[in-house]
């Protein structure tokens, strides 16, 4: 079941972060740093959670997954890459447990982020990854975003910066 976080699920989310943190690393994918501290640290998800921008993905009492969706107000790739101005919402710190893949998680992840963009009237949805995460980049080509182009921030890594055209099903 996907639910909004809770305060309470922080200990279960770092936890399962840090693994995926650590195999990031050993990937050499930079774009999540190894400890607690970077980036993304509890101190995001607890914004997130009091936000209201931060969903689970919870069964049995265990999260399994975690996604953070949110409109994006600022249109923050507009600095790095042509991005669309429609209303859109963005999604963020997209992560699977390393113990639970295969299960399609991080694609019911992905559409109910979908779902929750289009419930508040969104047209787009935006999303970056690391240039190297190859995962990541057949999944959202498997539910349809679109690659935009590329581009490099202040923090380390290449990133590829897609967009879905959302409509009312």
């Given at each position: 079941m996907i639910r909004l976080a809770s305060l309470n699920d922080l200990s279960q989310i770092n936890q399962m972060i840090l693994k995926i943190k650590i195999e990031l690393k050993n990937m050499n994918n930079p774009q999540w740093g190894i400890t607690i501290n970077e980036y993304p640290s509890n101190d995001d998800f607890y914004n997130d959670i009091k936000k209201e921008n931060l969903y689970v993905y919870e069964e049995d009492n265990i999260i399994k997954g975690v996604i953070y969706?949110?409109?994006?107000?600022e249109n923050?790739?507009?600095k790095y890459i042509c991005s669309s101005n429609l209303k859109s919402y963005v999604i963020h710190r997209l992560g699977v447990s390393l113990d639970?893949?295969?299960q399609q998680i991080g694609k019911k992840l992905l559409e109910y982020a979908e779902k929750v963009?289009?419930?508040?009237r969104a047209k787009i949805l935006k999303i970056d990854i690391e240039h190297n995460n190859i995962k990541m980049k057949n999944l959202l080509e498997?539910?349809?975003f679109e690659y935009i182009g590329s581009f490099q921030a202040e923090y380390p890594g290449d990133y590829d910066y897609y967009e879905k055209k959302l409509e009312k099903k």
């Open positions: 969706v949110a409109e994006d107000f923050e790739y507009v639970y893949r295969r963009a289009l419930q508040n498997k539910l349809n």
